[in-house]
């Protein structure tokens, strides 16, 4: 549950200055839960209207006790349910307006939510076809295709993993600009040596007998992610003389 500080305001509240968070308190607050949220992330939501943090008069963001709030479910529900932006948008109106909310049931939580994670590792969750294709907005025909590049591909039969989600958003998104799938290999290739370079720097933490240090594999493994995705945003910005939100 995220923690806010006392006396957070939310919209319609004539909240004052000392009751507002800055960008980088809402970041603290979010890390509890969300240790790989960033900046650039919160940022990213904002631009696609999850959030309307108040600007001061310098156009510096000041967020409410709400704002956090509603940041916690936009995430939780991109980590939990594998969820495009739309449909969470449509998911946080109408609870908004005191509508009941089902949420999809995905991977290990139709098995409960609270399993505890095996000695080796966390369990990635999982996704069947049809999930996919409602929670992408998707036609089979699109999925088979990008399939054929290699761009996504099941993990079992008929089965993804959950980021396969966030993969066929962006495909779908960048699609919008006429870049078709088959442009997108080079992408798929570069994430591929990225992965394996990740791989060859935890590997041996992997093969230890000790469950710890294998657990610790797992977080460096992550770690290591995170820092590959940020320098690559980095490098396409520079490159393209942008910066992004």
């Known amino acids: 549950m995220l923690r806010t500080p006392s006396g957070g305001a939310g919209h319609g509240t004539a ?67 594998y969820l495009p932006l739309k449909v969470i948008r449509e998911h946080l109106d109408a609870m908004e307006r005191g509508e009941a909310v089902q949420l999809p049931v995905v991977g290990r939580q139709r098995d409960g939510e609270n399993a505890p994670p095996s000695a080796d590792g966390p369990t990635a969750a ?68 990225e992965a394996g370079l990740v791989d060859q720097v935890v590997a041996p933490l992997k093969r230890h007998r000790n469950p710890q240090t294998r657990a610790h594999a797992e977080a460096r493994t992550k770690e290591l992610a995170a820092l590959s995705v940020r320098l690559h945003a980095a490098l396409v910005q520079t490159a393209l003389g942008v910066r992004l939100p």
């Open 15 to 81: 909240a004052t200055d000392r009751e507002l968070m800055s960008i980088g308190t809402v970041l603290t607050v979010l890390r509890d839960e969300f240790p790989e949220v960033t900046i650039s992330k919160i940022r990213f939501l904002e631009s696609e209207g999850l959030i309307e943090p108040r600007r001061t008069p310098s156009g510096y963001r000041k967020f409410s006790g709400q704002d956090v709030e509603r940041l916690g479910h936009v995430l939780r529900m991109q980590r939990d349910h």
């Open 126 to 193: 999982r996704i069947g076809r049809a999930e996919l294709l409602a929670a992408a907005e998707i036609a089979e025909g699109d999925l088979e295709e990008w399939e054929s590049y290699g761009l996504i591909a099941p993990v079992a039969d008929g089965v993804y993993d959950g980021e396969s989600v966030t993969v066929a958003t962006l495909v779908a998104e960048l699609g919008r600009f006429g870049i078709e799938p088959r442009h997108l290999r080079v992408m798929k290739a570069a994430a591929d040596r």
